[in-house]
């Protein structure tokens, strides 16, 4: 098996395939509510996300192995890893050019040169290759400018943008509704963006008193307590903005079945919030994913019962 099928078989994580999946669900779903169905789009549109969620994890892989852990090596294990770290980075800006070629032939097939189809493809894209830029050349954000950024991106990439992109190209029509839909989905999103982060200092915070001194955690850190309260804002408003959605727009009742998935999206925060180790972080943030997608295709379920 060749190094590059490794790598690409590696950065294939379900896990991480919820949370983008679920806001293409919501968009190909409420365009079927407006009448509209295209199956090979719908099939399409998964398929470059999938894609896109890929080069996403692949980046990550080497920013965690060659920027984040790179210190704790010595010259020979550098010397040794060089050849891995080029096959990285021509496989993300291959699979990177062929995500871009994909969603503009989709885009360009469904709406043909629509200005706002263009637009939110090359937003994208844009998007995207800033992520790919920073994870292939630094480690976490450790100042605010910076972590916020990271949000903002997050929330766009995971939320905001699949949702309008596969809405759009289904209806060629984008209405005020819409934007509170994607206010909505950016919500949600911004729930394992701060499920990641929390997992990540945690493991920082681990290594580091190991090291100091071999004793057992005894408290998190406090920046642990505030990714927590964010979560918990974030839920909220995507509840309030759900609820005004469907109450606004009289959707069907059956669509408040989205509440199901509440009990697990909270129950991730509190969990987290008595158990600050690793551990739990990792399981809670594969728990954040499957519920925000139960949470989205609940939704949707209703809304076409």
């Not at 679920?22 to 549109?45: K, N, P, Q, R, T």
């Not at 911004?190 to 200092?201: A, D, G, H, K, V």
């Not at 959605?245 to 509440?259: N, V």
């Amino acid at each position: 098996m060749s190094l590059y099928l490794q790598l690409f078989l590696g950065a294939i994580r379900p896990r991480s395939f919820f949370l983008p999946c679920s806001a293409i669900i919501l968009g190909c779903g409420m365009a079927a509510y407006e009448g509209i169905v295209d199956g090979g789009l719908f099939a399409g549109l998964l398929f470059i996300t999938m894609l896109g969620q890929v080069v996403v994890n692949l980046a990550s892989d080497y920013q965690r192995a060659f920027i984040i852990h790179a210190s704790k090596r010595n010259d020979g294990a550098i010397n040794k890893h060089q050849q891995l770290q080029g096959t990285m980075l021509r496989l993300i800006l291959g699979l990177f050019v062929i995500f871009c070629i994909a969603l503009g032939g989709l885009s360009f097939a469904s709406t043909s040169v629509a200005p706002v189809s263009m637009t939110l493809m090359v937003v994208c894209c844009l998007l995207m290759l800033s992520v790919l830029r920073h994870k292939t050349r630094r480690g976490l954000p450790t100042d605010r400018f910076g972590q916020i950024a990271s949000l903002s991106v997050m929330a766009l990439l995971s939320g905001a943008l699949p949702f309008l992109i596969s809405h759009y190209l289904h209806t060629a029509n984008l209405q005020a509704i819409d934007i509170l839909i994607a206010v909505a989905t950016s919500c949600l999103a911004l729930m394992t963006w701060f499920s990641e982060q929390i997992m990540l200092r945690l493991s920082s915070h681990e290594n580091m008193q190991i090291s100091a001194d071999d004793s057992p955690l005894v408290q998190s850190p406090p920046a642990i307590g505030n990714l927590l309260n964010a979560q918990t804002i974030v839920l909220v408003l995507a509840v309030v903005t759900t609820l005004s959605l469907i109450f606004a727009e009289q959707l069907p009742l059956l669509s408040l079945a989205f509440i199901f998935a509440l009990p697990s999206l909270a129950a991730t925060i509190i969990t987290t919030r008595h158990l600050p180790d690793f551990d739990t972080a990792q399981s809670q943030m594969t728990k954040t994913g499957i519920a925000s997608f139960s949470y989205w295709v609940l939704f949707t379920v209703g809304l076409m019962w």
